[in-house]
């Protein structure tokens, strides 16, 4: 019996947030300006122009290679990239071909099991490796009306980082995975705002399956797989726009391909599309029309070297990511995996979290509750208090909901007897083992006494009268 | 009214109100009027602006609400929305851009013959060729239709042209002028120069266009000489003499070259033999990056901007674009492409041990003197053996000038080439300006403007 394995790699675009364009002056990602309002001779690709890279844009793509944990290439420079489209205004794209900014790094992604509960022990985490980060310019945009074809070249020069992944995915959970965690790193960096709806993040997939025979199992899902045991083709599915249509996509094709080698076919090397309505994807290029890029080093644009004070300088610059930070709230605050992740997913989030609770610690008159971490971490996970209150406001209200509740210890006795009483059956479960059965109780005995007892107490409570 | 005076004497004329911007700009207009039929320099004239002494500038340096066409049809009616660096800086220092004038197909050329508009005429004898490809400029200046002029090279395109017109060309170093505005031709080699009536005029221009551009990243931050000063301080250099730079020469440019040596020895020179590598390498090193560069550089005339499809590009331009996306195809790029770039890195250090050694090395921009209207398409790749004495210099981006030194028997203008150090601009317009006060060479420039009457 045969055995199939996906093998994935990933190629994202980044969209850079900088004042002006990677090679003129032009204010970028002026997404609601008419069409051709923010353009220059540079942009356009008139005559004569010629590009001045910008400083900002390369400084942050070393900062998303430092992130990725990437070497820095101490000499790099930019390419010319050979390809004819309408909205390519010089007929090349100045881009990197082999002397990228960064090169050969990995990103470990936490693997979160959102069903389980358990506390306080680090997710597992997968590692996945990144084989190149590099800078280039934008395109400018085709719009369809009708019979026309309109070009706006606003979005011509926009910084734009790609991020290239080695083939080391086999699932499209792994990938939706790593594409939801590369983009809080980005976020994190605040070098993009990777909006996917924008299109200032755009994912590309390189899918194709791996036949494994039988005396190769159990198959392993060590990565990586060596270049002779990758496929022989690949198929590319171009911009997409949104983590699940990614996930979808690849399990479209990854069916596709194993129907195909059911069938004793090999699929073709080709360029597909995702159509978003009909769930599926199709074909764009296939490789007899694949391009012959030409890239050469382009001239009008000096080589760089980067000295190591200037990386290290970039490097001090680098914050707390969200893996690293996800960590040290479960290792510092005891906090559920679970919930660390939700609170990291977001800096302003986690930023806020923190800020409450170097106050609370700091005000509180009393020492701090071993759980304070936990508890501040519900209250804005379960949005019981605003995150746009002020720190204070909100220090407050938590000081508020968080006080121990006063209970009236006679009129608990009264009502957890009476309740006992009423209850028989409840009880009798209980007593034959059902320890979630005193549960129903606790809920009975708060509403009666219209929540004003800590649950604790009434737990405890409950099973002294009990016993 | 003014027979054959330069941009500096007129400049003075103007600042000292002995006669005005606009009588100085009807005058030139009424030779350019009178001439330009006969000639064929001027492909664009701009009648309206006023300024100061008026400049020819080479159709590839985009002037704002000027047309400018690189003498290519694909650019027929392109009209810049933005200036070049070097017509900007001009205008800054109240010099006016009276026209555009002709010249090789985007560059291509040593001739203007590959213009869209037709061939630029040699003032010396409209029979011939006034060379190329900033062969209207020289044109304009050897006829005096105007003053002076701006032109550009990829490899020999001032110095060649200057030579065959009977002009001063210089050639600055690759990154010395901003390339900004000035439609690509080989962006790693492309340089603005002047070509003028003398020395003075040269180091005048260059002053105002010379210095680091924002605009421009393979500009060089090196802060610019008082080339005017520089060039009047009596200085002794050592002139280095390659024999592969005498090699093929016709026997009148040779004695020419010979009896300019002489000179610099009889003020106090020096000479020193030296070996260079051939400039035979410099020929397929530079044709393999140029056409690279080209078919790079005119992928943007796609057919969907500037009106005109891709059709519209003339033999010689199509001609590039297919040797250049060969050299450049996937397979082929390192046996070409990254090979050139090897030998290239040899020319340059060939040229940086030499001149630890002189201060120039001495020769001529071309073997011939101006060809017949025509020579050039019989041969395919004439221009680039025709320039192997220009591509040497282009090729690792040195200064070099051509002056010049004579007429030969027929009575056609000798260029005499210096080629110097990086950034040395200045030793180059000093060794020029003795050169030209020492000898009455220089009345070649003259004797050319006598067959043009006002």
Redesign the interface.
Known sequence: MKQYQPVIGLEIHVELKTESGMFCQCKINQFDAEPNSHV??VCL?????????NKKAIEWTIKIGQALNCTINKHTKFD?K?Y?Y?DL????QISQYDEPIAVNGKLQIPIINFQSNSNNQLPISKEFRIHRVHLEEDTGKLIHKGSDTL?DFNRSGTPLVEIVTEADFTSSDDVKMFLEELHTIIRYLDVSDADMEKGTMRMEPNISVRVISNNQFPISNQLPISKSQLPKYKVEVKNINSFNFVKRAIDYEVKRHIDLLEKGQTPIQETRGWDSNKNKTYSQRTKEDAH?Y???PE????PFEFSDAYTESIKKTLVELPHQKMNRYIEIFKLKPMDAYTLTRDINTSDYFEKVLSNQIATSPSAPRNDMGQAIANLIINKKISTELSIEEFIKEATELLKPKETDAKLLDEVALKLINANPKVVADYKGGKQGAIMFLVGQVMKEMRGKADAQTVISTLKQVLK | MFPGKTITQLKSLIDEKKVSASEVKEYFLKRIKKYNAKLNVFLTLDEKSEGGVPLAVKDNFCTKGLRTTASSKVLDSFIPPYESTVTTRLKKEKLLIIGKTNMDAWAHGSSTETSDYGPTKNPWDITRSPGGSSGGSAASVSAYLTPGGIGSETAGSIRQPASWSGVVGLKPTYGRVSRFGVIAMGSSLDCPGPLTLNTEDAAYLLSIIAGHDPLDATSSPLPTENYMDEMKKRKSYTIGISEDYFEGLDPDVAKAIEKSIEVYKKIGFKTKKVKLLSPNYAISVYTIIQRAEVSSNLARYDGIRYGNDRTTFGTEAKRRVMLGTYTLSHGYYDAFYKKAQKVRTLIINDFKRVFNEVNFVIGTPTPITALKLGEFAKYPFFGELMDKFNEPAAMAGIPAISIPVGLDRSGLPIGMQLMGNYFRESDILNASYQFEQETDYFSVIKKGIENYKD
Request: charged share 20%.
């Open positions: 220059c001779p690709g008139l005559p004569g122009a010629l590009p001045v890279p010319r050979h004819s309408p205004p010089k007929g090349y070009i012959d030409r890239y050469f001239p009008d644009i000096p």
